[in-house]
Nanobody
Framework: QVQLVESGGGLVQAGESLRLSCVASGRATSTYNMGWFRQAPGKEREFVAGISWIGITLYADSVKGRSTISRDNAKNTVYLQMNSLKPGDTTVYYC???????????????????WGQGTQVTVSS
């Protein structure tokens, strides 16, 4: 089992930046693909960004060019740096681990086995 804990959310103004962190415990995640998702009330959870175990990244069009996902395997931590935040980015962000091995980053929530509790991001206009 892998436990994931997100942090770094908060209230910012449009145009500002946030860096979300996801710390894993219980098992090293260096060989797993990791993803960030977000879910607004009444909507399905959607893919934001993912990083493979070898560092290949994938982004949703909605955040491409404004966000950077990275990982520090020594700290068992995955980051999501979000710049030029917009009010539309307001929602809860979740970190997830895909425990399969030898596959590329997936945008499908169904393949991610472990999830954090989420961190709220609020962007005011």
């Amino acid at each position: 089992q892998v436990q994931l804990v997100e942090s770094g959310g908060g209230l910012v103004q449009a145009g500002e930046s946030l860096r979300l962190s996801c710390v894993a415990s219980g098992r090293a995640t260096s060989t797993y693909n990791m993803g960030w998702f977000r879910q607004a009330p009444g909507k399905e959870r959607e893919f934001v960004a993912g990083i493979s175990w070898i560092g290949i990244t994938l982004y949703a069009d909605s955040v491409k060019g404004r966000s950077t996902i990275s990982r520090d395997n020594a700290k068992n931590t995955v980051y999501l740096q979000m710049n030029s935040l917009k009010p539309g980015d307001t929602t809860v962000y979740y970190c997830a681990a895909d425990l399969r091995r030898g596959v590329g980053v997936s945008t499908n929530t169904a393949v991610y086995d472990q999830w954090g509790q989420g961190t709220q991001v609020t962007v005011s206009s």
